[in-house]
């Protein structure tokens, strides 16, 4: 696979896309543990200016204990990193594809829990992209 994100531009402003996909991110089930804000950090550590550019650490806890159980090794996978980025005058956002996680194994516990996954962040970013709410099935 040599995609490994599912990602989409939004034509509403930075802030605005980074609270809107927080909101998206609770209706699909996920919470946010992490937050890295790269444009601050690259500009502390280096003295770089970039737009902005914030990295959300969101997590389904039912999934992760599940992909877990199948390999402990998944944790270097988790969180599920979603990036909201400053792109002109809108939003670029990018999400980590589960999928990705059964080409470094073949259980297919796996395959289920990032088959989930995929479904819930893609519900996400298919609300984002029309505006609308995260579908019940998402919800559950």
Same mark, same amino acid.
């Given at each position: 696979?040599?995609?490994f994100?599912?990602g989409t531009r939004?034509?509403t402003?930075?802030e605005?896309?980074v609270?809107?996909?927080?909101?998206?991110l609770?209706?699909?089930?996920?919470?946010?543990?992490?937050?890295?804000d790269?444009?601050?950090?690259?500009?502390?550590r280096?003295? &770089?200016e970039? /737009?902005p550019?914030?990295?959300l650490g969101?997590?389904? $806890? %039912?999934? =992760?204990h599940? +992909?877990?159980?199948?390999?402990?090794r998944?944790?270097?996978?988790l969180?599920?990193n979603?990036v909201v980025?400053?792109?002109?005058d809108?939003?670029?956002?990018? &999400?980590?594809d /589960?999928?990705?996680?059964?080409?470094l194994?073949?259980? $297919? %516990?796996l =395959?289920?829990? +990032?088959?989930?996954?995929?479904r819930?962040?893609?519900?996400?970013?298919?609300?984002l992209?029309?505006?609308e709410?995260?579908?019940?099935?998402?919800?559950?």
């Amino acid at each position: 696979m040599t995609d490994f994100t599912i990602g989409t531009r939004v034509p509403t402003p930075y802030e605005q896309t980074v609270e809107r996909v927080r909101s998206l991110l609770a209706d699909a089930g996920f919470g946010v543990l992490t937050e890295i804000d790269l444009r601050a950090t690259l500009i502390a550590r280096l003295g &770089v200016e970039t /737009p902005p550019r914030v990295i959300l650490g969101a997590c389904r $806890p %039912e999934l =992760a204990h599940r +992909a877990l159980a199948t390999d402990p090794r998944i944790a270097t996978l988790l969180p599920c990193n979603v990036v909201v980025a400053q792109d002109g005058d809108g939003s670029r956002v990018d &999400v980590f594809d /589960p999928a990705v996680m059964t080409e470094l194994g073949s259980s $297919p %516990e796996l =395959a289920e829990v +990032a088959a989930e996954a995929r479904r819930r962040l893609t519900g996400m970013m298919d609300a984002l992209v029309h505006h609308e709410e995260v579908d019940d099935a998402a919800r559950a």
